[in-house]
């Protein structure tokens, strides 16, 4: 179970407390008396972890090796079966005028009628042997992927990143024939978007409303699919998740994981914690070996410095946490994907807290769950790599490596 | 020194202690608050080590890439003068059927004669350009090892593991010709090996004594003999072993180290620890710069799941403790290899505890030398294949990296 973006930085507005130090979690603190605790280094000490990377890490892909970029694992999040050697790209759709400039990065904050729009963008058709497909996710945003032979995701992005100025012309990174073919595509099918969109009845209906057009789109981050070892493979287990957001989600599909979808589940603190909880308990029931749990909501109280919100979500989350511990027969892991320090708004490389509670581990003395308790514990410091192999272990299911 | 499996897990009949943390220790105790502590994954976290992937991760050379399997370590255990590009085997003397059914993998459990029966079956000539190697082990064991070129250790094993089936006939694993024609080799040497022994003296004296005959031999766990830097070399040191069994013997022999034979070392819980400890003594005044000691009994114990064996064994093993701590001037580091928990009774992944007795250490405040205790002490949690730098370290006898 890894709350988003728990972990933080010690704030002088909180007697030099972190949050989780702060918040009022006696689930939590309940568990680390129960459980064997230590902090985890993500990916390693220092390095600032994405979601996507240290999730990666933590199931036991190396992202150095598999992560070529956010696109392929937004794309599987938003329901692209995606395949190795596809190229996928997150997209904005936004408004453009006739002479190329974008009015608009986020076309208006669109939420109606992307679906629409992105039926009309697959039919796309191109004189180069290569599938265009398009796939609408929430308000303005989109994923493309090419499918192909001869492609690469070392090409630039569209995207110019502030209103107001003329969309990139997209070219190759790396010098190669595959990046420059690439891009050749990719600047027709941006092309070939503004001519289908911008008398697209969706769009006429827009600027009827007052509404800017989403009339473009804007590809980047760029990544080729990886190929992955499916993880109910690599650890002979049977899997799901339950996620909120469609990154992790992604993740979880490009394993093979079953994506287990909870109504509510918003990604933000307005979160349905208690469906979310409910789905948990319900699967934990069910024949799966393993549950990943991404909750999302500290992530963004983080990225948004709201030290209020973030302190109320971990302590609701303390909720959660306690209803998982009543589940009998089961190593249940808390911890969090990478810090997002109020006082930064964004991730930072710092270790998180971990604790593991089940059977027959070597309890140790730390009695509450936070940053700083969980350093003296009985793990010290691991990284998120060796997470699946220590559960692994406890759980009798991996093999000995020789006599 | 390694305490082989003495690590372990928390038990409900001591109260929730380990062996280790019930067991009297007072020599162990002792060192603890004289060293420097802490824990210690013999590979990395959650990874199940055998003893010999342990043992040469230890000395500095890296399972993954030195390890192809049992057999080479065995067979240099044994005395085979193995040199890389062998293939070795681990063989069971068995008795076989005329029609190649396994009556009794063990041979009766035969004792006597298996240097008789070995010196026959290196005759074996082929008119391949292999040399065929064997020799015996203790009971009913031995080793062959293959020696010649274009042979590959991808051969899949002829023992079938249960009596009272046919011998398997021996295929190539890979595909490729080496592999091919290593299976074709071992078939021959198999066949030829009950034509040799089946009307051997050896075996009709056992059968006149009404005992099955060792008849047959069943090669299984085939691996290549790696290349590995000389030890002596590698850390510019004269180096000595005193282990027990074959296996540990065999890492140390291929690793070009002094095998100190020490008598009455049964590798079970009813070894001669005095032998062991006057042997010890003895070999550190003499010029050795380092000694590896591997004591077995404990894991014997913890495959058995005998608690109590455990325990007797680990509280015996204190005061070869005790008396080497009275050596001067030496770095001691006391240790396991793995757990071997009396609950599992088979090797597990959790790190082991690890102590360093000698002169300008940061001596923490660690008072017991166990799995829990050790994990609060200064080394916090390191690697097997850190202990041999942080030794030469100590030692004085590394060079720095850099200026």
Same mark, same amino acid.
């Given at each position: /179970? ?12 909180? &007697? ?11 689930? /939590? ?30 199931? %036991? ?21 995606? /395949? ?39 039919? =796309? ?44 012309? *997209? ?12 891009? *050749?595509?990719?600047?027709?099918? =941006? ?9 697209? !009845? ?7 409303? &007052? ?9 980047? %981050? ?27 989600? %992604?993740?979880?599909? =490009? ?6 979808? *909870? ?38 109280? %983080? ?18 946490? &306690?209803? =998982? ?15 997002? !320090? ?23 003395? *730390? ?16 990284? &998120? ?19």
């Amino acid at each position: /179970m890894i709350i988003d973006g728990m972990a933080d930085r010690p704030l002088e507005e909180l &007697g030099n407390k972190t949050p989780l130090e702060a918040a009022k979690t006696p689930k /939590m603190d309940h568990m680390s008396q129960l459980g064997v605790n230590g902090i985890m280094d993500p990916i390693k000490p220092g390095i600032r972890a994405g979601s996507d990377t240290a999730h990666l890490s933590i199931l %036991g892909y190396d992202p150095y090796t598999v992560y070529t970029g956010r696109g392929p694992f937004e794309a599987a999040g938003v329901g692209v079966d995606v /395949m190795p050697g596809d190229i996928a790209f997150r997209c904005n759709f936004s408004t453009a005028s006739a002479d190329g400039i974008i009015t608009d990065r986020r076309a208006g904050r669109i939420r109606e009628g992307t679906d629409e729009l992105a039926d009309t963008l697959n039919s =796309i058709e191109l004189e180069e042997d290569v599938e265009v497909i398009f796939k609408e996710s929430t308000g303005h945003r989109a994923v493309l992927v090419l499918r192909g032979k001869g492609l690469s995701d070392q090409v630039s992005d569209a995207d110019p990143k502030h209103d107001g100025k003329k969309f990139k012309e *997209v070219f190759g990174l790396d010098g190669s024939l595959e990046a420059d073919a690439t891009a *050749v595509i990719l600047n027709k099918v =941006i092309k070939k978007s503004y001519e289908l969109l911008k008398d697209h !009845p969706v769009n006429i209906e827009r600027m009827e409303n &007052g509404d800017n057009p989403a009339n473009i789109i804007l590809p980047r %981050g760029a990544g080729a699919v990886p190929e992955a070892e499916p993880f109910n493979d690599k650890y002979d287990v049977k899997s799901a998740c339950i996620a909120e957001t469609g990154l992790i989600q %992604g993740i979880a599909k =490009i394993a093979g994981m079953d994506v287990i979808e *909870v109504e509510g589940a918003t990604g933000g603190v307005d979160t349905n914690l208690d469906n979310i909880a409910n789905s948990i308990i319900k699967n934990a029931s069910l024949n799966y070996d393993f549950i990943l749990i991404n909750i999302d909501g500290a992530d963004e109280a %983080g990225h948004d410095g709201n030290l209020k919100e973030k302190l109320e979500f971990i302590e609701k989350v303390d909720e959660v946490v &306690g209803r =998982i511990m009543e589940i009998e027969d089961l190593y249940f892991i808390l911890t969090a994907d990478h810090s997002t !320090p109020i006082s930064v708004m964004d991730h930072t490389g710092d270790p998180v807290p971990l604790v593991i509670k089940g059977p027959n581990l070597r309890v140790d003395h *730390v009695s509450q769950f936070n940053e700083r308790a969980a350093a003296s514990g009985g793990l010290c410091r691991i990284r &998120g790599s060796d997470i699946m192999n220590i559960l692994m272990d406890l759980m009798n299911r991996s093999s000995k490596f020789g006599a």
